[in-house]
């Protein structure tokens, strides 16, 4: 099993329908984040989460939220999603002594 | 604000030669440095680190040079092979402690045989 599992692998949906990415992770990390990524601006940062009782933005927040169910689990939301969030979704969970590890990505596309 | 780029979107090479490639970061106080591999349809990879009072390391037929000087980083691939064949991203940890990581643009590597 991989140690961090994102569902869905790929998704088509509606602008304007509401939508959940799922993160869960057997590394025992504290640490998870949210990336998206688009052909030729990399990996950007959406939100991340220190442990379960901490959240906090990144530099692309907007037009997301998260949560965090429990150390193993972050979820990101697209409350309505739109055209311009068609991308390339990374969940990964970092440790200082174990570097970060990411999850295989959900391509996502909102038409 | 602070980004992490890259010079060359796309390099091409043969098979067995040596790869390098280049990032130029623009935080002075990042303190802590990774390259990332990145193939198709796959999630980016660790392949090595270097931490700021470092100008070297090694692993296995890879090597990152950090030059603080003039904030450049790179990653020097020997023997070339077609299983290479990736993006690549360097990213940095923005004197966060680790915390969060801002990443470069990427490289695609080309491997031809």
């Known amino acids: 099993d991989a140690d961090v599992t994102q569902t869905p692998r790929n998704r088509i949906t509606k602008t304007g329908k509401r939508i959940m990415l799922e993160c869960s992770q057997t590394k025992g990390h504290d640490r998870m984040y949210w990336y998206r990524q688009d052909p030729g601006l990399g990996l950007r940062l959406i939100y991340y989460?220190?442990?379960?009782?901490?959240?906090n933005k990144g530099e692309i927040s907007d037009g997301y939220s998260v949560s965090r169910q429990a150390q193993a689990k972050f979820s990101l939301s697209l409350e309505s999603a739109i055209p311009n969030q068609t991308a390339l979704y990374f969940c990964a969970t970092s440790d200082l002594g174990d570097g970060y590890t990411f999850g295989s990505g959900t391509r996502l596309t909102v038409v | 604000g602070e980004s992490v780029g890259l010079h060359l979107p796309t390099l091409s090479v043969q098979e067995g030669d040596n790869s390098i490639i280049n990032c130029a970061y623009s935080?002075?106080?990042?303190?802590?440095f990774i390259w990332y591999k990145q193939e198709s349809g796959k999630g980016p990879q660790f392949i090595i680190d270097?931490?700021?009072?470092?100008d070297k390391r090694q692993g296995q037929r890879v090597t990152v040079l950090l030059n603080k000087t003039v904030k450049h980083l790179s990653l020097q691939i020997a023997a070339t092979q077609p299983g290479d064949s990736a993006v690549y991203f360097c990213?940095?940890?923005?004197?966060?402690?680790?915390?969060?990581?801002?990443f470069g643009t990427g490289t695609r590597l080309l491997v031809s045989p």
């Open positions: 990213a940095e940890d923005g004197n966060t402690g680790f915390q969060k990581l801002v």
């Open positions: 989460s220190f442990d379960v009782k901490d959240i």
């Open positions: 935080n002075s106080a990042s303190d802590y």
């Open positions: 270097i931490r700021s009072n470092m």
